[in-house]
C-alpha cells in the first residue's frame, strides 16, 4: 500500500542513514503485523494513527535533542549572555570612541551628535546579533556533543551545582549598584565630546539660517589652540574610557571607585580650565561677531568665572555623590 | 482536569516500561508479538514509544537482536543479553521496593484522613 511506503519514508529520512533500511524493514513488517488479513485503506489509516506522528516517532528513534539548547545547559547559556551582551556593547562603543573623532561626522553639531549616537546604537545591536549568534551556536553544538547521561544542570564553569558557588554571587543593593546605562551613557557622551573637540572647527560655531538652510558662519574655537592640547584631552578621554570600564566590571560603587572617580573628576575639571584660560581659546572672528550682538568684553570675566565656578560644583557633586553610594552598606 | 491526569499517569507509568518490556524478553519477541504480550497483561503501551525503546535497549546492550528470514515476512527479534538479564534483576528489586515502601506510604496517609 502506498500510504504505509509513504509513512516508512516519512519516519527514515529522519533518520542517520546507518539505520534506515533496519528500522524501514521493521516498521514494514510490524505494520503489516498489525493489520488484518484483506486490509483495506481505512485499516491501514487505523494502523498509522496508532503509530503517530512520523516526526515523533523518528523523534525516539533519534538520540539527538529536538531543540536547540536543553534545561542542562540553557541557565548556564542565559547567564553568559547576560554576561557578554553587556561587554560586547561596551566594547563596540569604545571603538567608536577611537573611531569617530577623525572621520567625517557631519555639516552641523546636531547632525554630527546624532550621527554618533546613531553609530553607536547601530554598532551596539549589530555586535548583540553576533555575539548571540555565535554564543547560541556553541551552545547548540555543546548540546549535541555531550554524550553523558547526566541530565542536571550545570553552573557556569560547566560543572554540576556546589554549595561553594554561592560564594561566586555578588550581593548587590540597588542604591550602590551602577546601573549599565550609566555606563552606556558616559561612553557615548565621551565619543561625542571627543568628536565635537577634535572637529570644533567645522562644527562649534555660528549658524545662520539664510534661505531656510543652516549656515556656518564662524567656528567660535580656534582648532589649533584646541589641537596644542591633545595630549591633556586624550588623557582625559582614555582615563574615562577606562573608568567606565572599571565601573561595569564592578557593577557597584566601593570606595575604591569612588576615589578614582574623585581623581578623575579633579582631573577633568582642571583640564577644563586650564583649556578655557588660553587667551586665544576663541576665534577672533567669533569675538567680533559676538560684539556686534552684545557687548561681550564687560561680561567677558564674569562669565569666566561663572563657567570655572560651575565645572568646580559640578565635579564636587558628583565626587560626593561616588563617596555616598559607596559607604551604602 | 483530565488532561493534567493524563499526563500525570503518563508520568508515572514511563518509568515502569523499561521493566514491563525487559520482563517480556526472557524468550525472544518481534515488535507486534510484544506489543500483544504487554495489552494482554492490561499494559497499554504508547507503538511509537516502543519501538524506539526497544533500539535504545539494544544500544545499551541490555537486549539482542536478530533477522529471522524464514516466515512469510521478515521479523526482527529481540532477547534479553546475559547483561540484560542482570540489569533486569536488580531493577525488579529496585521496583519491589519501591512498591512496598509507596504501599505503606499511601496506607498511611489513608489512616491519616480517616482520623
Known sequence: ?329 | MSTLLNSLTTELRRGTLTLAVLSQLKTPQYGYSLVQRLEKSGITIDQSTLYPLLRRLEKQELVTSSWDTSESRPRKYYSLSDYGGEIFTQLKEEWEKTSQELYILLKGEGEDGAD
Not at chain 1, 64 to 87: A, T
Not at chain 1, 94 to 114: C, K, Q, S, Y
Not at chain 1, 231 to 242: E, T
Open chain 1, 1 to 329: 500500500m502506498e500510504l504505509i511506503e509513504l509513512y516508512i519514508q516519512e519516519v527514515t529520512r529522519r533518520l542517520p542513514e546507518k539505520n534506515r533500511a533496519d528500522i524501514a524493514l521493521e516498521l514494514q513488517s510490524t505494520i503489516e503485523d498489525m493489520l488484518p488479513e484483506d486490509y483495506t485503506e481505512q485499516d491501514v489509516k487505523t494502523v498509522l494513527l496508532k503509530l503517530g506522528d512520523p516526526v515523533t516517532l523518528a523523534s525516539g528513534y533519534r538520540d539527538r535533542p529536538m531543540h536547540l539548547i536543553g534545561p542542562r545547559y540553557y541557565d548556564v547559556y542565559i547567564s553568559l549572555l547576560k554576561m557578554i551582551l553587556p561587554i560586547a556593547a561596551v566594547i563596540s562603543l569604545i571603538a567608536l570612541v577611537g573611531d569617530n573623532p577623525f572621520r567625517d561626522t557631519g555639516n552641523t553639531v546636531m547632525e554630527a551628535i546624532l550621527k554618533i549616537i546613531g553609530k553607536g546604537i547601530s554598532g551596539i545591536i549589530s555586535t548583540g546579533i553576533q555575539v548571540f549568534f555565535w554564543l547560541t551556536l556553541s551552545f547548540a553544538i555543546l548540546e549535541r556533543l555531550d554524550t553523558s547521561k547526566d541530565q542536571s544542570p550545570v553552573t557556569k564553569d560547566l560543572k554540576p551545582w556546589t554549595p561553594e558557588n554561592l560564594k561566586d554571587i555578588p550581593n548587590i543593593s540597588k542604591k550602590k549598584a551602577v546601573p549599565m546605562i550609566e555606563v552606556f551613557a558616559s561612553l557615548l557622551g565621551l565619543s561625542v565630546f571627543a568628536a565635537l573637540y577634535f572637529n570644533a572647527a567645522n562644527l562649534l560655531g555660528v549658524y545662520e539660517k539664510r534661505n531656510g538652510s543652516l549656515i556656518f558662519v564662524t567656528p567660535s574655537f580656534n582648532q589649533d589652540v584646541l589641537n596644542s592640547y591633545w595630549l591633556l584631552v586624550s588623557c582625559v578621554i582614555i582615563i574615562g574610557v577606562l573608568l567606565a570600564i572599571y565601573k561595569l566590571f564592578l557593577g557597584r560603587w566601593t570606595l575604591k571607585l569612588a576615589f578614582f572617580h574623585a581623581i578623575y573628576q579633579l582631573l577633568y575639571t582642571l583640564a577644563f580650565i586650564i583649556i578655557i584660560s588660553n587667551p586665544d581659546l576663541l576665534n577672533p572672528e567669533f569675538l567680533a561677531y559676538q560684539r556686534t550682538l552684545f557687548s561681550i568684553d564687560e561680561w567677558k570675566s564674569s562669565i569666566y568665572w561663572g563657567l570655572i565656578l560651575i565645572s568646580i560644583i559640578f565635579a564636587a557633586y558628583d565626587t560626593y555623590q561616588g563617596f555616598r553610594k559607596a559607604k551604602i552598606r
